[in-house]
Each structure stands twice: as structure tokens, then as C-alpha cells.
């Protein structure tokens, strides 16, 4: 459970330095914002039955494993080192409770053992690493690792315990030592992200507007000229041509319709009336040219900076339908500076509350009008005195070239922002037809005469009864229908089904009502942001 010290600090043991590292460390121990003793007892009590639950299964291994009494700076590292191995062994057995079974079956009991577990340790491993300072036994490289597996340790308890267990407590400290891992890396002469700034040489946009010249610089008037010419010119490609054009090679495959999009975002009136109640997809143009983040994203530098040795969960594998799909939890540098740039990977930081982790990111974006003006049904009256409740929803999405969703349906509507980069969407119209056998379908699928009539459907979706990936009953079979090796004829009534596509380059929308199908391809290094409400 200790983390070893190298033999090699150079000039670690310099006084100035000593007293620096101390001051870093005592502030965030002392600190309500850090990992404050106050703090640990308010994580104690409002985690309660966590607390007794873990305590209750082995007394003798964990009583007192929580209680903080000896919280005095003269502690040596020998005092604290068997409660440090306790903690350790109370965070291996929380995290077994939570993985047993299905995760959405977790007790909440756990998830309030693992948001305490979690603070506590986190706490204790600063106290060990102050202690062995003190004693200048260790200096800043010591230092440094351990505030980085503090901070891991905060972002992975942030996801698993969740409200319940005080995830937002925990996110709040992962970035309170995020702010002192700097100071630390300065002290080293390393300030975080110097050298690796040189190894980013590529942005989140596509290669036409990164490779653009001077010579593409005009004035206001002729570029508005240029652009809508530009427009009119794209307007009618679109019509003719078809994003995945893999679906149309054989005969009988049907034409794209379109997917109407505007120059600029929809008045709320518009948007409602037109689109929102009939349940129609739209498109606009410029809807987030002026946050933020349509800039300051480009450059992963700003992520790298910000955000570079915190913990995030990225999927890898060609979709998350695929055999080879997993998660891994890594840095957002590692991801940034590793797998952002390996094709192979198929890394994805995919549907992640990022803003409940990094609550600085929603500085840079605004919340649009649409999802809160457009309130649905079964949303009011919830026990509130007959007040209306829209809890949004904000996932973001950021991965490179030629990730992928699968064709599926949200089970929410969602308005979907391009912020940096592009992507193609094909989009499908619910029908009667995915919840029952078309009779008029005379199909030879193999496949699909032997299904249940009940459960085959014109999208091929995993149903209970799938031999894998039962519990994707919102996706296709179909997985990746751009690849040349897809093959229409293994899924005849998706490939003979009206379809619509449309592109998204940065700055656009999509509103995706709730039960269309859609099927989602980056053409770039892409960030977006779905807004589901």
C-alpha cells in the first residue's frame, strides 16, 4: 500500500523545499476543500450505514479503520502505515461488493462504504507522505506520485459512488490536489505539460481547417459572401449524396432524405412547433460558434493543462456492441498524449458526465433554451406540488478519427452539439415494425425467420434472448454499417428502410427525438456535447 521512494531525489532534502512540500500538504489536510479532517467527519456521517456496513462484516480488520483521532502533525510514518494497510483492505473490499452482480444492483450502503473508504485512504496516504517528508526520508518525486494516485483514487471513487456516496465532495478534492500536483511540478522544474505540448501537434478539427493558409484570411464582407456560397454549394451535395455510401451499393437500397437544416438556431416557438412535439429531426448551423469551448477546445493543450492527471474512463474497441470492447480508466494525458493519436485503439472517452467531474468545462459551454422551454409530460407533478422537473443530462464525447455508435436509440430526446470537429449521422424514423414483424416481409434472412415474430424487427436489435449483449436492447445487430465489409444482405429490411443523413461540422446541432435510431462516425479528431432531456 506504501509507495516506494526513489534514492535519487535529487537536492530533495534542501530546507526551502522541505518547508514547501510541508506547507502543500498541511494545506490540504487542513484545508475544507481538501482532505480536511472536518470534511472526513461530515463523509463519515452522511455515509453512515456504509461506514457500520463495512465495520459489521469483519470487527476486527476494520473498526476504526474511519476514525481519525491521531490526526496530529507530529505522527511518524510507522504509526500511520497499519492503518494506511487496514484502509486498503476496507478499499479492496468495498470494491468487491460493488462488482458482484450487476452494477445497477449496488446497494447504495456501498456506494456510501466506497465514497468513505475512498476519502478516507486518500487522506491517509497525504498524512503518510507528510510524516515521511518531515523525516526526510522522501522529497518532490515521492511527493508527486502520490498526490497522482490520490487524485486517480478520487476520480475512480467519484464515478462509483455517485450522489449516493459523495461523489461530488470527492470531485471537488481531486481538484484541490489536481491545483497542489502543479505547485509540485514547478518546485520540480517540470511545469505540467511544457514538454508535452511539443508532442500535440494536432487539434480537435478536421484536416481542411487545420491545413488552411494565410491566403484563406478575407474580410468580413467577402468571407459572409464565400460562406454562403459555401452553403448553398453543400445544401445541394447533400441532397445527392449519401454519407455511407456502402448501404446503396447493391440493388434495392433506398435513397437518403433529408434532414432539414437551417443557417442559425431555431427561435424556441419554431423549434418547438415544427420539431420538438411532431418528434422531426433538424439541423442548425452556428448554434455554438460563440461559446468558449468552439475555440478554446481545439487545442488539447487546454485539456492537458486543466485536466491532464485526472482519472477518466475511456472505451476501447471498435464500438461498444463490439466483442473487443472495454474500459479502461486512464489520465486524461494519457489518453491525450497515447491513445488520441493511435488508430488502432479505438479509444473513446464516450457519454461521460465530464462536467460533474470537471465543473471548470461548464464555463466554456452554455446550456441551450430548447431544454428547458420544451418540457415533457411525464416530467411535472413528480410530488413537487405540480412544478415542472427537467433534469438535463450533459454527456460529452471526445475521441479521434472514425470512432463509432452503432445504430441505437436514446432514451431521451437529445440535442446533440458539435463543438469541435465533424461528424456524419444516419438517422431512422421509430415504426410499427421494431416492435413487430412486418408480415409483408418476405425476406429469405435466415437469421431472421428463425427470431421470435415478436422480437424481429427492421433494425436487428439485441433482444433478452440474443446469445450476446442481451442487455443492448437499444442497438442494432448491424454495428459499424459504414465498414466495406458490411454486408446489406445479412440485414435486408435495414438496408431496404428510409433513412436520413446529415453532417455535422463544428458548430452545428442535431436535435434526435426520442425512439429515432441513430448511427454516429466521426470524420475528424471530434468533441461534441448531447444534451438529452
Keep these: 500500500t506504501t509507495i516506494a521512494a526513489d534514492d535519487d531525489d535529487d537536492d530533495d532534502d534542501d530546507d526551502n523545499r522541505q518547508q514547501h512540500l510541508l506547507r502543500l500538504l498541511n494545506s490540504l489536510l487542513n484545508n475544507a476543500n481538501g482532505l480536511g479532517a472536518s470534511t472526513l467527519k461530515d463523509v463519515r456521517r452522511r455515509c453512515k450505514e456504509g461506514k457500520e456496513s463495512i465495520e459489521r462484516y469483519s470487527p476486527a480488520h476494520f473498526s476504526g479503520a474511519f476514525d481519525d483521532d491521531d490526526d496530529d502533525d507530529e505522527a511518524v510514518a510507522s504509526r500511520l502505515a497499519p492503518k494506511l494497510v487496514k484502509l486498503q483492505h476496507a478499499k479492496d473490499f468495498v470494491w468487491e461488493e460493488l462488482h458482484t452482480g450487476d ?83 514547478k518546485m520540480m522544474d517540470a511545469n505540467v505539460g511544457e514538454g508535452d505540448k511539443r508532442v500535440l501537434n494536432w487539434r480537435f478539427e478536421c484536416e481542411d481547417v487545420e491545413n488552411a493558409s494565410e491566403e484563406d484570411v478575407e474580410d468580413d464582407g467577402k468571407k459572409r459572401k464565400r460562406e454562403a456560397s459555401e452553403e448553398e454549394e453543400e445544401e445541394e451535395e447533400e441532397e445527392k449524396n449519401v454519407l455511407f455510401p456502402i448501404l446503396e451499393k447493391d440493388r434495392g437500397g433506398q435513397p437518403p432524405l433529408k434532414v432539414p437544416k437551417f443557417k442559425e438556431p431555431l427561435s424556441l416557438e419554431t423549434f418547438m412547433t415544427q420539431f420538438y412535439l411532431p418528434k422531426k429531426p433538424c439541423a442548425m448551423r452556428r448554434f455554438c460558434t460563440h461559446w468558449p469551448a468552439h ?28 466483442e473487443n470492447w472495454k474500459i479502461n480508466v486512464v489520465t486524461f494525458e494519457e489518453f491525450l498524449l497515447k491513445h488520441m493519436t493511435d488508430d488502432k485503439c479505438g479509444a473513446y472517452l464516450a457519454q461521460q458526465t465530464l462536467a460533474d467531474q470537471f465543473p471548470k468545462l461548464l464555463e466554456d459551454i452554455r446550456e441551450p433554451e430548447y431544454v ?31 470512432t463509432v455508435s452503432p445504430p441505437h436509440t436514446d432514451p431521451r430526446d437529445n440535442l446533440f452539439v458539435q463543438i469541435c470537429g465533424a461528424k456524419r449521422v444516419r438517422l431512422w424514423k421509430p415504426l410499427d415494425t421494431d416492435t413487430d414483424k412486418d408480415d409483408n416481409d418476405n425476406d429469405d434472412d435466415e437469421n431472421a425467420m428463425n427470431q ?3 422480437t424481429t424487427t427492421t433494425m436487428y436489435p439485441y433482444t433478452a434472448s440474443s446469445t450476446e449483449n ?4 437499444n442497438t442494432s445487430k448491424a454495428g459499424d454499417i459504414s465498414l466495406a465489409s ?9 438496408y431496404r428502410r428510409p433513412f436520413y443523413d446529415v453532417q455535422l461540422d463544428a458548430g452545428d446541432a442535431l436535435f434526435i427525438p426520442k425512439g429515432w435510431w441513430n448511427f454516429v462516425k466521426s470524420v475528424s479528431n471530434s468533441i461534441s456535447v448531447s444534451y438529452w432531456w
Design 103 to 185: 452494477w445497477k444492483d449496488a446497494e447504495d450502503k456501498w456506494r456510501e462504504g466506497e465514497g468513505l473508504v475512498i476519502f478516507a485512504y486518500c487522506r491517509m496516504c497525504v498524512r503518510y507522505a507528510r510524516a515521511r517528508v518531515k523525516s526526510d526520508e522522501v522529497g518532490a518525486k515521492y511527493v508527486e506520485r502520490v498526490l497522482k494516485r490520490v487524485i486517480k483514487e478520487l476520480d475512480v471513487g467519484t464515478l462509483l459512488a455517485g450522489d449516493v456516496g459523495g461523489g461530488k465532495t470527492l470531485a471537488k478534492v481531486a481538484e484541490e490536489v489536481s491545483e497542489r500536483l502543479k505547485e509540485v511540478r
Design 295 to 322: 475555440e478554446k477546445w481545439k487545442d488539447p493543450s487546454y485539456f492537458l493543462d486543466n485536466f491532464g492527471a485526472r482519472a477518466v474512463p475511456v472505451e476501447f474497441g471498435s464500438s461498444y456492441s463490439s
Design 372 to 402: 428547458h422551454g420544451c418540457f415533457r409530460e411525464e416530467e411535472e407533478d413528480e410530488g413537487n406540488g405540480g412544478s415542472k422537473i427537467n433534469i438535463v443530462a450533459k454527456n460529452f464525447w471526445i475521441g479521434p478519427k472514425n
Design 452 to 454: 421470435n415474430a415478436t
Design 470 to 473: 442481451t442487455k443492448l436492447t
Design 486 to 494: 458490411f454486408s446489406p444482405r445479412a440485414f435486408p429490411r435495414l
